[in-house]
């Protein structure tokens, strides 16, 4: 796409994977409008990005027809899966401008299309960003079943105004000690969000970068569930350096290791995804 003589284009093929069950997850119908699901943490560092491409990239690898929304101006979601974004790309603040299918990358992974943050870095606009999301869930309909919106780290209004314009909401914490201490943070902005209305429900905790040969990690893991209850996912991400090899690879690791115990974790929790939002039987 031309944006005043200025383009975009991604680097290198996606992989491919066939879905363990030979097929896609369930059927998807093209005339809902996709679930718009938030990652957020308080903090950076603890797996939040990495959680939100690997997810959407599961949801896409099932058979499902993703969005990965980026709104970090670092523009790390791109950077994983080698995409070049070029000069002059607005990113989410071109849906008042552009079409949607003029602003996606298209095809970084199976059936996974990428809206990037603008090229230009720019600081990121509340108000622009809410506007922009708000207006996503309906040039979306149709179109995909998904829209995963990574988040920069935040416990300020950012998860509190996001939620006014998202479903479900998975705010993704490393099995720290500190990080779990101080969790209130953010879970106290979606308390709020909730008083004021926002429709956006907690999906889940995440619990990321658990260490399975580390006495005190269980132990700390344990607590945490205890503690936290039904808040919890079920599935906690194990520490595991094929995560970081894909970071290097420019590749999400549930591509380059489909087999490594963190893909398998992350397929599992895309598979809790799904099933959240089926009706009850």
């Known amino acids: 796409m031309d944006y005043g003589q200025r383009t975009i284009s991604r680097v290198g093929a996606p992989g491919t994977h066939t879905p363990a069950n030979g097929g896609p997850m369930t059927d998807r119908s093209a005339a809902r409008a996709p679930r718009k699901i938030l990652f957020a943490s308080q903090k950076g560092g603890v797996g939040k990005t990495a959680s939100a491409i690997n997810v959407a990239t599961c949801l896409g690898l099932g058979g499902y027809r993703v969005l990965l929304v980026d709104t970090d101006p670092i523009g790390s979601v791109g950077a994983c899966f080698g995409t070049t974004v070029a000069p002059g790309h607005p990113g989410i603040y071109g849906l008042e401008q552009w079409d949607l299918a ?102 889940g905790l995440l619990l990321t970068m658990v260490d399975p040969n580390d006495a005190k990690q269980a132990q700390l893991e344990a607590h945490i569930r205890r503690s936290l209850g039904q808040a919890m996912m079920p599935i906690s991400i194990p520490m595991d350096d094929a995560v970081k090899e894909g970071v290097m690879t420019d590749r999400p690791v549930v591509i380059m290791r489909p087999d490594a115990p963190s893909s398998i974790a992350y397929q599992e929790v895309a598979q809790f995804v799904v099933a959240a939002g089926q009706p009850a039987a």
């Open 102 to 203: 003029d602003l996606t990358i298209p095809e970084v992974a199976l059936n996974l299309d990428l809206l990037p943050y603008a090229e230009d870095r720019r600081a990121i606009d509340l108000n622009s960003v809410y506007r922009g999301l708000d207006e996503l869930g309906r040039r979306a309909t149709g179109s995909y079943d998904f829209v995963i919106v990574d988040s920069r780290p935040s416990v300020a209004d950012m998860t509190r105004r996001l939620c006014q314009v998202v479903d479900e909401v998975v705010v993704v914490v490393q099995c720290q000690p500190m990080a779990y201490r101080t969790l209130g943070g953010i879970l106290g902005q979606l308390r709020d969000a909730r008083s004021d209305g926002a429709p956006a429900r907690l999906l």
